[in-house]
T-cell receptor
């Protein structure tokens, strides 16, 4: 069975600090997909990134970067120079190739960025 | 371009009452999903559908029924609401996965907050 663990329940930082959100996953499939979604205080779920299991290259998008390591089954998310607008709950999710794109979510990490 | 629309956005029910949540998508997506979000639990899959007329159970299907009579709509029903069903419900849709693209990105609705007293 697939499982996603986000051990950090809540993180508080001061603006301009860098912060890393951890995600560890479990799956028996050799082909799978990892996702990060953001849920701001308004409540909607915003897609951030999708990564397949064959692509271990790190990705950078502006202040966001993702580190995918199959050896440790981790897909960590780093925000550089955090801003107040980054305050949200961040979810890591896993989809197995055989799973009709159904996502298994972690419990989420609430990030609070104070001025 | 509305994307995924959920109605109603808020609802208060008494124990034992029934209701239906409606999800509509205008992106011609094959797949649709219902999730529930509870504090500290993340999102959990209730039911999903891989096409018109088909439905399947997810992780937490008990107490819910679904129907997909039209491709663009996915209904979630509670026949006899219980306080344990107090939650925020999210509908999502996606294109059919392909050998080329694999699992596709889910597009979520804004959520429906249900309180059962």
């Amino acid at each position: 069975a697939q499982k996603v663990t986000q051990a950090q329940t809540e993180i508080s930082v001061v603006e301009k600090e860098d912060v890393t959100l951890d995600c560890v996953y479990e799956t028996r499939d050799t082909t799978y997909y990892l996702f990060w979604y953001k849920q701001p205080p308004s409540g909607e779920l915003v897609f951030l990134i999708r990564r397949n299991s064959f692509d271990e290259q790190n990705e950078i998008s502006g202040r966001y970067s993702w580190n995918f390591q199959k050896s440790t089954s981790s897909f960590n998310f780093t925000i550089t120079a955090s801003q107040v607008v980054d305050s949200a709950v961040y979810f890591c999710a896993l989809s197995e190739n055989s799973g009709y794109s159904t996502l298994t979510f972690g419990k989420g990490t609430m990030l609070l960025v104070s001025p | 371009n509305a994307g995924v629309t959920q109605t109603p956005k808020f609802r208060v029910l008494k124990t034992g009452q029934s209701m239906t949540l409606l999800c509509a998508q205008d992106m011609n997506h094959e797949y649709m999903y219902w999730y529930r979000q509870d504090p500290g639990m993340g999102l959990r899959l209730i039911h999903y559908s891989v096409g018109e007329g088909t439905t399947a159970k997810g992780e937490v299907p008990d107490g819910y029924n679904v129907s997909r009579l039209k491709k663009q709509n996915f209904l979630l029903g509670l026949e006899s609401a219980a306080p344990s069903q107090t939650s925020v419900y999210f509908c999502a849709s996606s294109q059919r996965p392909s050998d080329l693209t694999g699992a596709n990105v889910l597009t979520f609705g804004a959520g429906s907050r249900l309180t059962v007293l």
